[in-house]
T-cell receptor, first 114, second 108 residues
Framework: NAGVTQTPKFQVLKTGQSMTLQCAQD?????MSWYRQDPGMGLRLIHY???????DQGEVPNGYNVSRSTTEDFPLRLLSAAPSQTSVYFC?????????????FGSGTQLSVL | GQQVMQIPQYQHVQEGEDFTTYCNSS?????IQWYKQRPGGHPVFLIQ?????EVKKQKRLTFQFGEAKKNSSLHITATQTTDVGTYFC????????FGAGTTVTVRA
């Protein structure tokens, strides 16, 4: 098993550009989520999904879109990148949100918006 | 926002010393999980506590869930350089949003 795979590892964007951060898991997990990590702010939840076709907003959803067409994939879209979105992004999954299962994290994407 | 508060935010420890980091909530938690993130890495699950007053040990790490299930602690004995990193607590009562974490540095 590869676990949770995130691509790319690094990305530089110009303000206003769009891009998609990819996340895939091969563990048949129901729950998937996206976090951003900024110095001194910990991990903040952007969006999450409890199954294919179901998504919901987390703590900081503005400027980001998600969809969950399959159990395996949960891409994060930045429609018009802003410097405030410079951060490290982590995707995570677990077999269930309700049963307090452990989260498995991807290795992260470091995004810089100039 | 962050419903579970972690203290301290930073902990500088002499190698060989003990330290404790805390997670506090104003409301009763159904469970709490602890994660460790090494510098440059991603968070990794350490343990989950569910029962009131529960204590679990992993080698030099001792995890405790308070009797009222409103707080939790992580105690590290005889700190080593391998303990460097940020320790996060998490409860699914808050849509799986993490606290700010405790960042630990070790002086050799």
């Amino acid at each position: 098993n590869a676990g949770v795979t995130q691509t790319p590892k690094f990305q530089v964007l110009k303000t206003g550009q769009s891009m998609t951060l990819q996340c895939a898991q091969d563990m048949n997990h129901e729950y998937m989520s996206w976090y951003r990590q900024d110095p001194g702010m910990g991990l903040r939840l952007i969006h999450y999904s409890v199954g294919a076709g179901i998504t919901d907003q987390g703590e900081v959803p503005n400027g980001y879109n998600v969809s969950r067409s399959t159990t395996e994939d949960f891409p994060l879209r930045l429609l018009s990148a802003a410097p405030s979105q410079t951060s490290v992004y982590f995707c995570a999954s677990s077999y269930s949100m309700a049963d307090s299962a452990e989260l498995f994290f991807g290795s992260g994407t470091q995004l810089s918006v100039l | 926002g962050q419903q579970v508060m972690q203290i301290p935010q930073y902990q500088h420890v002499q190698e060989g010393e003990d330290f404790t980091t805390y997670c506090n909530s104003s409301t009763t938690l159904s469970n709490i999980q602890w994660y460790k993130q090494r510098p440059g890495g991603h968070p990794v699950f350490l343990i989950q506590l569910v029962k009131s007053g529960e204590v679990k040990k992993q080698k030099r790490l001792t995890f405790q869930f308070g009797e009222a299930k409103k707080n939790s602690s992580l105690h590290i004995t005889a700190t080593q350089t391998t303990d460097v990193g940020t320790y996060f607590c998490l409860s699914n009562d808050y849509k799986l949003s993490f606290g700010a974490g405790t960042t630990v540095t070790v002086r050799a």
